[in-house]
Every structure is written in C-alpha cells, then in structure tokens.
C-alpha cells in the first residue's frame, strides 16, 4: 500500500509503503521530502520496521493507527 493524498500537501506520491512479509507487517519511508514517524519516532528511508497491532503512524500531517483483525 502507497499512502497519497492529494489534497494533503504534505504527503507525497510514494511517501510510504506497508508490507507483509514472514515476520508480519513492516512500514518503510520511501525517501519521502517530509519524512515518516511510527510511534513518534522519526523512520530513516529505505528501511523497514516492523509494525504491532495499534502503531501510529504519521505521513506529513496525516495520522494513522494500524490494526490487525
């Protein structure tokens, strides 16, 4: 999933990207201008983290929570 909003100036059109691999679902920045947070901790680009049922994440002033059924 590739977050874009274009109404949301602050998020670019390959911000982020969700992923589910062996180990569950991870989240990477996609070198984005604005950069990406989980949690309230800012991502380094290219690089996934793994996320956890209730994450926050935030792509320039849009707020996520991720959940797991």
Same mark, same amino acid.
């Given at each position: 999933?590739?977050? =874009?909003?274009? %109404?949301?100036? =602050? $998020?670019?059109? &390959?911000?982020?990207? @969700? +992923? &589910? +691999? #062996?180990? +569950?679902?991870? @989240?990477?920045?996609l %070198?984005?201008?604005?950069?990406?947070? /989980?949690?309230?901790q #800012?991502?380094? #680009?290219?690089?996934? =983290? #793994? /996320?956890?049922?209730? %994450?926050?994440?935030? *792509?320039? /002033? *849009? $707020? @996520?929570?991720?959940?797991?059924?």
């Amino acid at each position: 999933m590739t977050f =874009y909003d274009e %109404d949301e100036g =602050y $998020v670019s059109r &390959r911000h982020a990207q @969700i +992923g &589910r +691999g #062996p180990n +569950g679902y991870s @989240i990477t920045d996609l %070198d984005s201008y604005n950069g990406t947070t /989980l949690n309230g901790q #800012p991502l380094l #680009p290219q690089r996934a =983290y #793994p /996320l956890h049922n209730g %994450d926050r994440i935030q *792509v320039g /002033l *849009v $707020v @996520i929570e991720f959940r797991l059924r």
